[in-house]
């Protein structure tokens, strides 16, 4: 069976500043993966996806993620934050071809941005 | 818009009343999906349906019952509701997500019971 373990619950920084957030799973086999936005009072949308092919994917919004095969992470990463960046942001994990198994989500982490 | 519709957006219930929460997708999904969302928990599954005329327990079933009405609508009933019910509920839908197309979440349901 397949886990995410988010590793930081909360993460406040300072606007225009780098974060990085966090996401390790476990799994024997090959794997999709997925980061979750949810903006305050929202629902979840999917901010960005890897499925094979380059290991770093990007957002529009400037977020960028990296598939590590050998650390099993990938980790979430934008280089300057904004005020509008606060949310909560969920990794989640997919195997291919395990037809409508569902997705497994990690419990999240607040990102937090202060002006 | 094409998406995932939930209502009611707001609910108070007394201890022991009973509701069903609504969902519909017009994106042709085969599959949908309903999660609760607490504090310091993330999301936890609490029934799916894989396909049409199929339904599954998730990882927290317990006091609640789901029906797959037809391909669009996909509803969750609360029997007799409890205080340890209070959440928000989201409803979500995919084509299929081992194809790496993700879900498609609706906005949720605050559910607040006394």
């Known amino acids: 069976a397949q886990s995410v373990t988010q590793l930081d619950s909360q993460v406040p920084v300072f606007e225009e500043a780098p974060v990085e957030l966090r996401c390790n799973y476990s799994?024997?086999?090959?794997?999709?993966l997925f980061w979750y936005v949810q903006y305050p009072n929202q629902g979840l949308q999917l901010l960005l996806k890897?499925?094979?092919?380059?290991?770093l994917v990007e957002s529009i919004n400037g977020f960028e993620a990296e598939f590590n095969k050998s650390q099993t992470s990938f980790h979430l990463r934008k280089p300057s934050v904004h005020i509008s960046d606060t949310a909560e942001y969920f990794c989640a994990v997919s195997v291919p071809g395990s037809g409508n198994t569902p997705l497994v989500f990690g419990k999240g982490t607040r990102l937090s941005v202060i002006a | 818009n094409a998406g995932v519709t939930q209502t009611p957006k707001f609910q108070v219930l007394k201890t022991g009343q009973s509701m069903t929460l609504q969902c519909a997708q017009d994106m042709n999904h085969n599959s949908m999906y309903w999660y609760r969302q607490d504090p310091g928990m993330g999301l936890r599954l609490i029934y799916y349906?894989?396909?049409?005329?199929?339904?599954d327990k998730g990882e927290v079933p317990n006091g609640y019952n789901v029906s797959r009405l037809n391909k669009r609508e996909f509803s969750l009933r609360l029997e007799s509701a409890a205080p340890s019910q209070t959440s928000v509920y989201f409803c979500?839908?995919?084509?299929?997500?081992?194809?790496?197309?993700?879900?498609?979440f609706g906005s949720g349901t605050r559910l607040t019971v006394v």
């Open positions: 799994s024997s086999v090959s794997v999709y």
């Open positions: 979500a839908s995919s084509e299929r997500q081992d194809r790496g197309y993700g879900y498609t």
């Open positions: 890897y499925l094979s092919g380059s290991t």
């Open positions: 349906s894989a396909s049409e005329g199929t339904t």
